[in-house]
C-alpha cells in the first residue's frame, strides 16, 4: 500500500507541475518559420523565435478574460483583463510589480503608456482613463467629445488608443468607417485619420449608379474595413491592422495620413493585433495563431506559430489577441482561448538579423556587413541578408559588391541604385576615351564623305549589295524595309503580286521566336525579371498564335474574305517583323539603364505594339478586302472562334487523358491476371 502512495503521489506531482499554468519549458519548437523571398513568396528560414514561457496566474489571481499586453520604454509589461478589470503591471522577467485598478472601472480593453502617464481604455464607460505612471492617481478622464459630429449620432465607443509626444490621442472605435479618432490632450475631437479605403463590390458599385445619396450612405455602412489595432513609433508614425482585409492590412501613416507601407505587403485575413519595437520591428498576431514580424520598410522578416485546436500544444495558440515586444525582442501574447500570456524568445539567427539592422541604422555600416555575413550562415539564400549586405557595400562605396548582393536577391530597387554607381564611375573613368572616339567617328564620317565624292565607291558597293538579291530569301528580308515604309502597298503586293514566299514568312516567324527568348534571357533584370517558365509559356504564345491564324482565316472564309491561307500566312509575318528590328535594339539598350530611365524601355516597345496592332487591322481589311465596320466584325468574331477551339480542344484532352488512363489500368489489370 506504501508503495501505491508513492507511485499515486509522484504521479500526481508530475501533473501538476506539467499542467501548472506558470510553465517555462526551452524545447523544440512545434511550428515552421516562414521569410519571404523577391517575389513575395514564402519560404522556409531557420527557427527565429522559441516559446518559453506560459503564464495564467498573476499575484495569485488567475487570468480570466486577458485583452490587450502593452510595453513601456522601460520594459515593463502592462495586461490588461476585462472582467477583473485591472490592469497588471510586470517586470521584464514577467515578475508581478503591482496593479492598476478603480472603482471606475467597468469593462476595461486596453492600455497605452507614455513617460509620466497610463492611458486606460474602458470600453463598457465609453471613457479613457489617464493615470500617473508613478502614484497610479487618476489624472483625468476622457469622455465622449463635444463635438457636432457625436452630436448628430455618431457614437463615441473606444478600445485601443495610441498617444503621441505631444499628447494628441489616435482612438481605435467601434464600427468607425472614417478611420481613427483624433483628439488633442485634452480629449478634444480634431480629425479622422487613417480609413481603410471602401471596399465594395463590382454588383454594388454598378448598382450605386442608380442610388440616391441617402442609399449610398446605407451601402458604405454595409462593408466597413474598421482597424483592429493600432500602435505608435517614436518617430510619430502611426500603425493600423485591420482584420477584414487580406492583402495591404498593416498600414504605416505619417501625420499627412500617407501610408509607407507597401501595397503588396504580406498579410492575412484575421490579423488582431500590431506593436512596434523600438527598433522598429514591427510584429502582428492573427486569430488564426500566426505571428508576423516586419521591417520598418513592411518587408517580411519572419513569419511562424499557427492554430492550437485541441492538443494544447506548447507555443501554439488557440486564439491570440494582442501581441507586445520587449527591448531584447522577447515576445508576449495574450491567448484569450486559452487565458494564458504566452511568451517567445528569440534565437542567435534572429538575434544575429536584429542586430544587423540596428548597426546598419545606426551608421555601423562596418559592423553591419559582419552580422549579415554571420546571419548568412544560417541561411545562404535569406533575402534580407543580402539586402542588407548590398546596403552596406552601398554605403562604403563598394558598388560592385552591393550589385552583386542585391542581385543574389534580386531586389530590383537595390540593383539600379547600384548600378547607376557603377555606371557613373565608368563614365567618369573613361569620359576621355569616349570624346575621342566620338571625334575619331566625326572624322572618318567626313573623310568618308570627301572620298567618296572624288571616288564614287559606295556605289560598287551599293551594286554588290543589291546583286544579293538574286537570291529570293535575302530579297524577301530586305522587303522588311519596303514594306515597312509602305505597308497599306505592301499587303496589296503580298496578296495580288504574290511578294514574297511562304519559306520567308516561316524564317521571320522563327526569328520572332528567337527574339522572344532573346528578350526574356538577356534583358535588363530590372525590367523582366528570371523567367523559369520560359519555354512552357512561349509554347503557349505559339499555340495563341496558330489559333488566330485559324479562326481568323476560317471566320474570314465564310465572311466572303478575299484573301488566301498564304496571303494571311504571309501578311502576318511581315505585320511581326518590327519585333525582329525593334526588340533587339530595346535589350541592348535596357542594359545600360536603371529604373529611373524605365521610360526610355517601355516607350519603344509600347510604339511598336501599338503599330503592330495597327498593321494588323489593315492587313485583315486589305488582304480581305473589307470594310472598316466589317473588319471589326470579323476580328470579334475571330477571338470567340478561338475561345470555342480552345474549350474544344480542353475537353478533348482531358477526356483523352481519362480514356489512356483507363486503358492503362485495364492493360495492368489484365497482364496481372494473365
Known sequence: MRRIWKLTIIMLSSVFILFS?????????????????????????????????????????????????????????????????????????????????????????????????????????????????????????????????????????????????????????????????????EGEFITFFGANPL???????????????????????????????????????????????EKNPIKKFNVSGTNYFPDKMIGTFGMESIFVSKNNNVYAVSSDGWIFEYNSEGDLLFLFGG???????????????????????????????????????????????????????????????????????????????????????????????????????????????????????????????????????????????????????????????NSLKRFKMVDDFLYIFSFLKRPLDGFYEIHREKRVAKRSSTLLFILCVGVYLLYYKYTNLLFVPVNEYILYELMIVVFLFILWLVSSYLVATISDGEGSFSSVYNGTAYVLSPLILVVPIVVLVSNGLTLEQIVFFKLPLQAMFVWIAFMLFFMIKDIHNYHVGETFSVIVKSVFTMLIIGLFLFVLYSVGNQLISFLFDVVTEVSKRW
Not at 201 to 208: A, E, F, G, K, Y
Not at 390 to 416: F, M, P, V, W
Request: glycine residues 4%; hydrophobic residues 35%.
Open 307 to 465: 492554430k492550437d485546436f485541441s492538443s494544447s500544444r506548447f507555443g501554439l495558440l488557440n486564439r491570440p489577441v494582442s501581441i507586445a515586444a520587449t527591448s531584447t525582442d522577447e515576445l508576449i501574447v495574450i491567448d484569450q482561448g486559452q487565458n494564458l500570456i504566452q511568451t517567445y524568445a528569440p534565437t542567435k539567427f534572429a538575434d544575429s538579423v536584429h542586430e544587423a539592422m540596428n548597426a546598419y541604422q545606426d551608421g555601423e555600416y562596418t559592423n553591419s556587413k559582419d552580422l549579415w555575413a554571420y546571419t548568412l550562415k544560417y541561411n545562404s539564400i535569406f533575402d534580407n541578408a543580402h539586402i542588407g549586405l548590398g546596403d552596406a557595400y552601398l554605403r562604403e562605396g563598394e558598388y560592385q559588391k552591393a550589385y552583386e548582393e542585391y542581385n543574389d536577391a534580386n531586389d530590383t530597387t537595390g540593383i539600379s541604385e547600384a548600378f547607376w554607381e557603377i555606371r557613373q564611375e565608368w563614365f567618369q573613368q573613361h569620359l576621355q576615351t569616349i570624346f575621342q572616339l566620338l571625334l575619331v567617328t566625326l572624322l572618318v564620317w567626313l573623310t568618308n564623305k570627301y572620298l567618296n565624292k572624288k571616288y564614287r565607291y559606295l556605289e560598287k558597293f551599293a551594286q554588290k549589295w
Open 199 to 245: 471596399k465594395v463590390p463590382l454588383l454594388d458599385q454598378i448598382r450605386s449608379f442608380f442610388l440616391t445619396k441617402k442609399q449610398e450612405k446605407k451601402l458604405e455602412k454595409v462593408f466597413p474595413d474598421v482597424p483592429s489595432n493600432i500602435a505608435i513609433d517614436a518617430k510619430g508614425f502611426l500603425y493600423t491592422v485591420t482584420s477584414s482585409v
Open 21 to 185: 499554468s506558470n510553465t517555462s519549458v526551452f524545447a523544440q519548437s512545434p511550428y515552421y518559420t516562414y521569410t519571404s523571398d523577391h517575389n513575395g513568396k514564402l519560404i522556409d528560414t531557420q527557427t527565429a523565435y522559441n516559446p518559453v514561457q506560459q503564464l495564467g496566474v498573476i499575484n495569485g489571481e488567475r487570468l480570466i478574460t486577458a485583452e490587450h499586453a502593452f510595453v513601456d520604454e522601460e520594459d515593463y509589461i502592462y495586461i490588461t483583463d476585462s472582467t477583473l478589470n485591472k490592469v497588471f503591471i510586470l517586470d521584464k522577467e514577467l515578475q508581478f510589480v503591482r496593479e492598476l485598478t478603480s472603482e471606475k472601472f467597468s469593462a476595461i480593453k486596453s492600455t497605452f503608456v507614455t513617460e509620466n502617464e497610463i492611458y486606460v481604455v474602458d470600453s463598457f464607460e465609453s471613457k479613457i482613463y489617464v493615470f500617473d505612471k508613478v502614484t497610479h492617481e487618476l489624472v483625468k478622464e476622457i469622455g465622449e467629445p463635444d463635438s457636432p459630429i457625436f452630436k448628430e449620432g455618431y457614437k463615441f465607443s473606444p478600445t485601443h488608443i495610441a498617444v503621441d509626444i505631444r499628447g494628441n490621442m489616435y482612438v481605435r472605435n467601434n464600427e468607425s468607417v472614417n478611420g481613427l479618432l483624433m483628439l488633442n490632450r
